[in-house]
């Protein structure tokens, strides 16, 4: 028998609520372990990554051969290519294109008068002077506006 007036718990129950929360938490760790490990399901995210990057480089090249379709002789391009030169070109290179505070864009162009450089010289700009119109213009507005700049140098 005991001699002391100490209390003794040994003959309480858990709660039910404790054992089945803990039960939960065993089965939630197993089936973690179980989906979220690369040796037992072959899951990674470095897969997933790889596939996300995948798919936005095919979106991304299937997006940037769209943009990169020339305009050239398309009437409805170079009218809206010209609305897109009195907004924003006219103020430096004239209305006709002969030049102001810009270059003369109806003569040899001095960085080049192919599409490319074209479109490098109006996205990126120019030193001395020349600002890049990538932010305000999209890669569409700008390939009709190099339709409507081939228009001025024939």
């Known amino acids: 028998m005991n001699d002391h007036d100490n209390p003794k718990e040994s003959g309480n129950k858990v709660p039910k609520g404790i054992t089945a929360f803990f039960i939960f938490c065993i089965v939630f ?27 936005a480089k095919a979106a991304a090249s299937i997006k940037g051969a769209a943009e ?7 009437e409805a391009a170079i009218a809206e290519g ?15 294109g002969t ?9 040899e162009l001095k960085f080049g008068a192919s599409e490319e450089n ?5 996205a990126a700009g120019r030193e001395d002077g ?7 213009l999209s890669d569409t507005k700008i390939r009709k506006l190099i339709a409507f700049l081939e228009t001025l140098r024939k």
């Open 29 to 55: 760790v197993l089936v973690y372990v179980a989906l979220y490990t690369p040796a037992i399901s072959g899951w990674s995210y470095y897969t997933v990554f790889e596939k996300k990057m995948a798919d």
């Open 68 to 74: 990169k379709q020339s305009f050239s002789g398309d």
């Open 82 to 96: 010209a609305e897109i030169y009195r907004s924003s070109c006219a103020v430096c290179h004239e209305a006709d």
């Open 99 to 107: 030049g102001g505070i810009g270059s003369d864009l109806t003569e």
């Open 118 to 122: 074209l479109y490098e010289s109006i």
């Open 130 to 136: 020349m600002p890049g119109f990538k932010q305000q």
